[in-house]
């Protein structure tokens, strides 16, 4: 799943916690090809469930939730949830199918299951990107018909039926932001992309232009961008796998100017590879405007004519990035 697509709306929802009172909730995960030995549960006000596998090869735990909207992670994927009083929530997932896979049994698991449903028609409409505005507008206005209709056949809690509907008319304008951002970004393909001239890690300043003859691929990001270090372990293997390769991996980072210091610290703290450079003007930095960046982490593949090959590129963490630099670099 792309998590630039969605993670906004995400997180905006998922710390939605609608009431304060605290109810029990009884939570068990089945999940096969798992990425990690522990489950986490964030929500609003800090709130934090930490659910470690058992002997069994089950996540399982009671705890204490005031109702609302809560984020799951496995430390790679995310996902939403809803809890309500004395909810009973039998998880089953393959992590290799994360969204696809999702399914929610037991007491009170309804709205978790309309959410799972969601996530996989918020994915499905990034498809549509590519296509001429009127035809977007479409299958935009189709979609949010769907999610209308299936909050309105569902027998849900009626707090959560208001609260979608906020969000529905919330996704509509991320979605026709985002769509105009991949438009003005799918325009560089097969056109010269534009240079920098940044701050280098090791001394003096880099620009794009330096390394022509090779590809590159671009990671903008910064420190405090949660998302953006999710993918640092990733990145580091995918640099060690092409290690020799024709292929330089340059991180920008746009973090304020004021955190400098911070972003050296942790380029040095990580032992970060590649070459890191610091734009010079953050989010307002004329390479960033230029390829209409609107979320972190971003991706994009220069080829060694300083062409764009992808100006919206696969992340580290997924397997079609390896597929296409293999091809590429074969």
Same mark, same amino acid.
């Given at each position: 799943?792309?998590?630039?697509?969605?993670?906004?709306?995400?997180?905006?929802?998922?710390?939605? %916690? +609608?009431?304060?009172?605290?109810?029990? +909730?009884?939570?068990?995960?089945?999940?096969?090809?798992?990425?990690? @030995?522990?489950?986490?549960?964030?929500?609003?006000?800090?709130?934090?469930?930490?659910?470690?596998?058992?002997?069994?090869?089950?996540?399982?735990?009671?705890?204490?939730?005031?109702?609302?909207?809560?984020?799951?992670? @496995? =430390?790679?994927?995310?996902?939403?949830?809803?809890?309500?009083?004395?909810? $009973?929530?039998?998880?089953?997932? !393959?992590?290799?199918?994360?969204?696809?896979?999702?399914?929610?049994? =037991?007491?009170?698991?309804?709205?978790?299951?309309?959410?799972?449903?969601?996530?996989?028609?918020?994915?499905?409409?990034?498809?549509?990107?590519?296509?001429?505005?009127?035809?977007?507008?479409?299958?935009?206005?189709?979609? !949010?018909?769907?999610?209308?209709?299936?909050?309105?056949?569902?027998?849900? #809690?009626?707090?959560?039926?208001?609260?979608?509907?906020?969000?529905?008319?919330?996704?509509?304008?991320?979605? +026709?932001?985002?769509?105009?951002?991949?438009?003005?970004?799918?325009?560089?393909?097969?056109?010269?992309?534009?240079?920098?001239?940044?701050?280098?890690?090791? =001394?003096?300043?880099?620009?794009?232009? @330096?390394?022509?003859?090779?590809?590159?691929?671009?990671?903008?990001?910064?420190?405090?961008?949660?998302?953006?270090?999710? $993918?640092?372990?990733?990145?580091?293997?995918?640099?060690?796998?092409?290690?020799?390769?024709?292929?330089?991996?340059?991180?920008?980072?746009?973090?304020?100017?004021? #955190?400098?210091?911070?972003?050296?610290?942790?380029?040095? #703290?990580?032992?970060?590879?590649? +070459?890191?450079?610091?734009?010079?003007?953050?989010?307002?930095?004329?390479?960033?405007?230029?390829?209409?960046?609107?979320?972190?982490?971003?991706?994009?593949? %220069?080829?060694?004519?300083?062409?764009?090959?992808?100006?919206?590129?696969?992340?580290?963490?997924?397997? $079609?990035?390896?597929?296409?630099?293999?091809?590429?670099?074969?």
């Amino acid at each position: 799943m792309n998590k630039l697509f969605v993670t906004g709306l995400l997180i905006f929802s998922a710390l939605n %916690v +609608i009431g304060q009172t605290k109810n029990q +909730i009884k939570f068990t995960a089945k999940i096969t090809n798992r990425n990690s @030995d522990t489950l986490v549960i964030v929500g609003k006000d800090n709130f934090k469930q930490v659910i470690p596998i058992n002997k069994k090869e089950v996540f399982a735990a009671n705890f204490e939730a005031p109702k609302g909207f809560y984020v799951f992670s @496995d =430390g790679t994927e995310s996902s939403r949830l809803y809890l309500k009083p004395n909810s $009973e929530v039998n998880l089953t997932m !393959n992590a290799k199918e994360f969204d696809e896979t999702i399914v929610y049994k =037991g007491k009170g698991v309804e709205e978790s299951n309309f959410l799972a449903q969601q996530a996989l028609r918020n994915e499905k409409l990034e498809e549509a990107y590519s296509k001429e505005p009127a035809e977007f507008a479409v299958i935009l206005e189709a979609k !949010n018909k769907t999610d209308k209709e299936s909050l309105e056949k569902g027998s849900f #809690d009626a707090e959560f039926v208001t609260a979608m509907k906020s969000n529905f008319e919330r996704f509509n304008e991320f979605a +026709i932001r985002n769509y105009e951002s991949a438009s003005k970004a799918n325009k560089f393909t097969g056109k010269p992309s534009p240079d920098f001239d940044y701050e280098n890690f090791k =001394g003096g300043k880099t620009k794009l232009s @330096d390394l022509k003859g090779k590809y590159v691929y671009i990671d903008l990001w910064a420190t405090w961008c949660a998302p953006c270090r999710a $993918e640092i372990p990733y990145l580091q293997k995918i640099e060690e796998k092409y290690h020799g390769k024709n292929i330089e991996f340059v991180s920008i980072s746009i973090d304020k100017l004021k #955190d400098n210091e911070k972003w050296k610290k942790f380029v040095t #703290d990580k032992s970060l590879g590649g +070459i890191q450079l610091f734009a010079d003007k953050d989010w307002e930095s004329e390479f960033v405007t230029s390829y209409g960046v609107t979320g972190i982490p971003r991706f994009i593949i %220069v080829d060694p004519k300083g062409n764009v090959l992808s100006a919206d590129a696969a992340r580290p963490s997924s397997p $079609e990035l390896q597929t296409q630099l293999d091809s590429l670099l074969k």
